[in-house]
T-cell receptor
Framework: EDQVTQSPEALRLQEGESSSLNCSYTVSGLRGLFWYRQDPGKGPEFLFTLYSAGEEKEKERLKATLTKKESFLHITAPKPEDSATYLC??????????FGTGTSLTVIP | ETGVTQTPRHLVMGMTNKKSLKCEQH?????MYWYKQSAKKPLELMFVYSLEERVENNSVPSRFSPECPNSSHLFLHLHTLQPEDSALYLC??????????????FGNGTRLTVT
C-alpha cells in the first residue's frame, strides 16, 4: 500500500539553527514527490517537485533532496517566518496523490 | 483574482441544513479536486474531476454531492451532515489529470463546523 510518513511531528528551532525534516515513502511507481508549506488557516502552498533519486531543488533557505525511499527538506539558518507545517506528498503511476501528516515547524526568535 | 479561490472561508451549519461550498480556479487547469483535512490525519481525497467529468469518487457518503459545471468552477453540496464532518475542506486544481509531476494547487479552504 502506498503511504507517506513524515518525521518529526513537531520541531522547534532557534532562529539560525539549521535542521532537516524527513519524508519516508512507499509507492507503486513514483511519478513525483512534492513538498508543500501550510500556514495556519490557509491551504497548502506548493514548494518543490522532485522526480528521481539524486535530484535536489532549492528555494531561499530550503533545499529538498530525494532518495529511493525518502526525501529531506533541509532548512538552513531558519527565520521565524519559516514557521509553518510542511507537507510531503507522492504521486504514483495511477496518478493518485498520497500525503503525509506533516511536520509543524516553529522557529523561535 | 489569481490561483484557487474558495468561499465561504468559514461555515457553521446544523445537521439538518443544506449548504454549498464554492471553488474557482484562475489557472487554466483541467483537473479539480476536493480534499478533506482533519487534524493529525493526511489529506483525504474526496472527488476528482477532469474536464468537468467526475473520474473518482473516493467512497464518500452521499451527504456530500459535487458539481463541476465547467473546468473553472467546482461546488460541494452538503446536506444532513454529521458532527464528524467538521473539518477544513480544500479545493485544488492541476494542469491535467495524470501529467507527470504536475503539482496540486490549493485554495485556502472552507473551515466547516457541524453543530
Amino acid at each position: 500500500e502506498d503511504q507517506v510518513t513524515q518525521s518529526p511531528e513537531a520541531l522547534r528551532l532557534q532562529e539560525g539553527e539549521s535542521s532537516s525534516l524527513n519524508c519516508s515513502y512507499t509507492v507503486s511507481g513514483l511519478r513525483g514527490l512534492f513538498w508543500y508549506r501550510q500556514d495556519p488557516g490557509k491551504g497548502p502552498e506548493f514548494l518543490f517537485t522532485l522526480y528521481s533519486a539524486g535530484e535536489e531543488k532549492e528555494k531561499e533557505r530550503l533545499k529538498a533532496t530525494l532518495t529511493k525511499k525518502e526525501s529531506f527538506l533541509h532548512i538552513t539558518a531558519p527565520k521565524p517566518e519559516d514557521s509553518a507545517t510542511y507537507l510531503c506528498a507522492v504521486q504514483n503511476t495511477g496518478n493518485q496523490f498520497y500525503f503525509g501528516t506533516g511536520t509543524s515547524l516553529t522557529v523561535i526568535p | 483574482e489569481t490561483g484557487v479561490t474558495q468561499t465561504p472561508r468559514h461555515l457553521v451549519m446544523g445537521m439538518t441544513n443544506k449548504k454549498s461550498l464554492k471553488c474557482e480556479q484562475h489557472l487554466g487547469h483541467n483537473a479539480m479536486y476536493w480534499y478533506k483535512q482533519s487534524a493529525k490525519k493526511p489529506l483525504e481525497l474526496m472527488f476528482v474531476y477532469s474536464l468537468e467529468e467526475r473520474v473518482e469518487n473516493n467512497s464518500v457518503p452521499s451527504r456530500f454531492s459535487p458539481e463541476c459545471p465547467n473546468s473553472s468552477h467546482l461546488f460541494l453540496h452538503l446536506h444532513t451532515l454529521q458532527p464528524e464532518d467538521s473539518a477544513l475542506y480544500l479545493c485544488a486544481s492541476s494542469q491535467d489529470l495524470g501529467r507527470v509531476g504536475s503539482p496540486l494547487h490549493f485554495g485556502n479552504g472552507t473551515r466547516l463546523t457541524v453543530t
